[in-house]
């Protein structure tokens, strides 16, 4: 499995001329997604990959920029973007960081994609925030249409059951993650 470094990562961010909003929304997932990372490996010897996880978390949004104008759907080419350039297993999660392929039950844990997916959406800009909050957010800024609140509202809704699913292997809540992140991992130590 090829993965690129975090420097490498950086490189391409670059090349794609992503904004620095979009630079620090994109590592603030990072933290999140390693942070949880860390706390199932450590509580429950889990086989997921953290430089998997870092890449693809970095690199989510590596097409949105683009998507503003083209209006293409930045999960898809973001993730096709990382296929071709010879990375499938992280184009792979990208494309799923908005909505998942497959949304697994509590009797699989947790997956790299999962965590990606759910990282991403407990930060609006650059702040960790509340499952609820980035959710409100999302429907008011991409809801406009019937049918886009109704798609939205059925992703809150297994976004939700995945919530659930993850914070069932940690022994704290869904509440306390922005505390605990702030505690124990500094931006600077990705």
């Not at 429907?139 to 059951?161: C, D, M």
Request: hydrophobic share 35%.
């Amino acid at each position: 499995m090829r993965i690129p470094s975090k420097k490498d990562c950086f490189v391409l961010i670059y090349k794609m001329k992503m904004p620095e909003h979009i630079i620090n929304h994109s590592i603030q997932v990072s933290r999140v997604a390693l942070f949880l990372t860390d706390q199932l490996t450590h509580k429950n010897k889990t086989g997921l990959n953290r430089d998997l996880i870092l890449a693809a978390a970095l690199l989510h949004d590596i097409t949105k920029n683009r998507s503003f104008e083209t209006k293409e759907n930045h999960a898809e080419t973001g993730g096709q973007l990382l296929r071709d350039l010879e990375y499938p297993e992280v184009g792979d999660i990208i494309a799923q960081h908005v909505r998942l392929q497959r949304y697994n039950g509590f009797d699989m844990f947790p997956d790299e994609a999962e965590i990606v997916n759910y990282s991403d959406k407990r930060i609006l800009h650059d702040k960790i925030v509340s499952f609820s909050q980035r959710m409100e957010y999302i429907l008011e800024r991409y809801g406009k249409f019937p049918e886009h609140r109704e798609k939205i509202s059925w992703l809150w809704n297994k976004s939700i059951e995945l919530e659930k699913k993850i914070f069932s292997y940690l022994s704290f809540a869904p509440g306390e993650l922005t505390d605990k992140i702030v505690a124990c991992r500094p931006i600077e130590n990705l």
